[in-house]
C-alpha cells in the first residue's frame, strides 16, 4: 500500500522560503522509473503542477517556477524535499505530494497523492 | 489561463450520463496520454482514468476516458449524487516541458 504524507509549515511569511517534505512509503524511490512530485491548489482554485524527480535523481520543474523551485530525494529516509524561495501571497496553496509510476513509454500520471498540506503566505 | 480547457460545470440528473471535455493542443493531448482525477469536495484528488482510457482497478465501469486529436473526454454513466466533484484532465506538455492540469469541471447532480 503507498502513502504519502507531507510535513513543513502551516505559515510563512513573504520572502521567506518555504521547505516541504513528502515522506513516503510502500515503494522505493531508486526503482526504475518512478518518480516522486509535488502538486499544489490555491483555495477554490485548480491544481497546478510543480515539480518532479526520478528513481535516478532526474529532475523535471515546471517553467514558470523554476527560478524559486528545488527538489531533492534522500531514497535511505524515503523522503523528498520541496525549496519554494521568495514566498508571496499568491503561493497560499495546499501542497500535495504525488506518486508517479513506471511507465513503458514514460507517460506522465500521479496514482497516489498525499492529503495535502495547506500552507498560507502571510505577514 | 489552463493550457488545456474543460467547461465551467456540467450536471444531469441521477442515472444519466455526463461527458467532460479537455481541449488541448498538439504539444500535450495530441502527442502525449491524458489521465483524470476526481476531486471530491475538501478531499484529495484520486486518478480515475489513465493512459486516455484505462481504469485503475477500483474504479468502476461507469467512468470511461477516449481521445480523439488534441482532445479528451471522460464520461460518467450511471450518475449518482457522490460523483458531485471537481474533475480534472492532466497530461504532459512537451512544448512547455511540464505536466498540465486543465481548469477542472464541477460536476453537479441534479
Known amino acids: 500500500q503507498i502513502t504519502l504524507k507531507e510535513s513543513g509549515p502551516t505559515l510563512v511569511k513573504p520572502t521567506q522560503t518555504l521547505t516541504l517534505t513528502c515522506t513516503f512509503s510502500?515503494?522505493?524511490?531508486?526503482?526504475?522509473?518512478?518518480?516522486v512530485g509535488w502538486v499544489r491548489q490555491p483555495p477554490g482554485k485548480a491544481l497546478e503542477w510543480l515539480a518532479l524527480?526520478?528513481?535516478?535523481?532526474?529532475?523535471r520543474i515546471s517553467p514558470s517556477l523554476k527560478s524559486r523551485l528545488t527538489i531533492t530525494k534522500d531514497t535511505s529516509k524515503d523522503q523528498v524535499v520541496l525549496t519554494m524561495t521568495n514566498m508571496d501571497p499568491v503561493d497560499t496553496a495546499t501542497y500535495f505530494c504525488?506518486?508517479?509510476?513506471?511507465?513503458?513509454?514514460?507517460?506522465?500520471?500521479?496514482?497516489?497523492w498525499g492529503q495535502g498540506t495547506l500552507v498560507t503566505v502571510s505577514s | 489561463q489552463s493550457v488545456l480547457t474543460q467547461p465551467p460545470s456540467v450536471s444531469a440528473a441521477p442515472g444519466q450520463k455526463v461527458t467532460i471535455s479537455c481541449s488541448g493542443s498538439?504539444?500535450?493531448?495530441?502527442?502525449?496520454?491524458v489521465s483524470w482525477y476526481r476531486q471530491l469536495p475538501g478531499t484529495t484528488p484520486k486518478l480515475l482514468i489513465y493512459?486516455?482510457?484505462k481504469r485503475p482497478s477500483e474504479i468502476p465501469d461507469r467512468f470511461s476516458g477516449s481521445k480523439s486529436g488534441t482532445s479528451a473526454t471522460l464520461g460518467i454513466t450511471g450518475l449518482q449524487t457522490g460523483d458531485e466533484a471537481d474533475y480534472y484532465c492532466?497530461?504532459?506538455?512537451?512544448?512547455?516541458?511540464?505536466?498540465?492540469f486543465g481548469s477542472g469541471t464541477r460536476v453537479t447532480v441534479l
Open positions: 504525488v506518486h508517479k509510476p513506471w511507465h513503458q513509454q514514460g507517460e506522465y500520471y500521479f496514482d497516489f
Open positions: 510502500g515503494f522505493s524511490l531508486s526503482t526504475y522509473g518512478v518518480g
Open positions: 524527480i526520478y528513481w535516478d535523481d532526474d529532475k
Open positions: 498538439s504539444s500535450n493531448i495530441g502527442i502525449n496520454y
Open positions: 493512459d486516455n482510457n
Open positions: 492532466g497530461t504532459w506538455d512537451s512544448s512547455l516541458t511540464a505536466y498540465v
